[in-house]
């Protein structure tokens, strides 16, 4: 019973250089997110996709992109890394899109550091 | 606007000991969802507990228990009894019912718990 993987588990990257960040779940949840988690500063939304086909920007979406793939999967993509992306990235998923508040469930993380 | 406030950045406590992590939070709206996430030093984040707004029932779930407060608008967490495998950082968050979409949460800073021998 997977959940929500995440690959890789660590990267270094140089300043500059691309890299996408994958993220897949088998619990057939509609709606995906990708967080960032920084020092002191909790978890903070990128992007987000509520269902299928759709993606939105989130609270810090700057310098990333995303794709929804197909219902499981949704990766981000930093097209020119900068030291200031250096942190631990989360991806979760959640059953519905609005309304009953379904919790979100999380990968393990993603801990990227750019030089 | 929404947000989560935790102004707890880091507690610490010798084992057996009671202890509550606070959380604040502003909204808006009148239906909206708390929720407290774990995250122990192995880094993954790990759903604790899911309140409604119109649920102001406390609950217990073992030596956890959590009171929500509307009038306050507060969502404390208690650990009783603590012991070493509590040590963790704690998130609360929050998601408003009626934004469309998307399950979005707006997260607390975090509290770090750290039980000691």
């Known amino acids: 019973n997977a959940g929500v993987t995440q690959t890789p588990k660590f990267q270094v990257l140089k300043t500059g250089q691309s890299m996408t960040l994958q993220c897949a779940q088998d619990?057939?949840?509609?709606?995906m997110y990708w967080y960032r988690q920084d020092p002191g500063m909790g978890l903070r939304l990128i992007y987000y996709?509520?269902?299928?086909?759709?993606?939105d920007k989130g609270e810090v979406p700057n310098g990333y992109n995303v794709s929804r793939l197909n219902k499981r999967e949704f990766s981000l993509r930093l097209e020119s890394a900068a030291p200031s992306q250096t942190s631990v990235y989360f991806c979760?998923?959640?059953?519905?899109?609005?309304?009953?508040?379904?919790?979100?469930?999380f990968g393990d993380g993603t801990r990227l550091s750019i030089l | 606007a929404q947000k989560v406030t935790q102004v707890q950045t880091e507690i610490s406590v010798v084992e057996k000991e009671d202890v509550t992590l606070d959380c604040v939070y502003e909204?808006?709206?009148?239906?909206?969802?708390l929720f407290w996430y774990k995250q122990p030093p192995s880094g993954e984040l790990v759903f604790l507990i899911r309140?409604?707004?119109?649920?102001?029932q406390n609950e217990i779930s073992g030596r956890y228990s959590w009171n929500f407060q509307k009038s306050t608008s507060s969502f404390n967490f208690t650990i009783t009894a603590s012991q070493v495998v509590d040590s963790a950082v704690y998130f609360c968050?929050?998601?408003?019912?009626?934004?469309?979409?998307?399950?979005?949460?707006?997260f607390g800073t975090g509290t770090q718990l750290k039980v000691e021998l």
């Open positions: 968050a929050l998601r408003n019912a009626l934004t469309g979409g998307g399950n979005k949460l707006t």
């Open positions: 309140r409604n707004s119109f649920d102001e």
């Open positions: 619990m057939n949840h509609n709606s």
């Open positions: 996709s509520a269902s299928e086909g759709t993606t």
């Open positions: 979760a998923s959640s059953e519905v899109p609005v309304g009953v508040g379904q919790p979100q469930h």
């Open positions: 909204t808006r709206d009148t239906t909206y969802y």
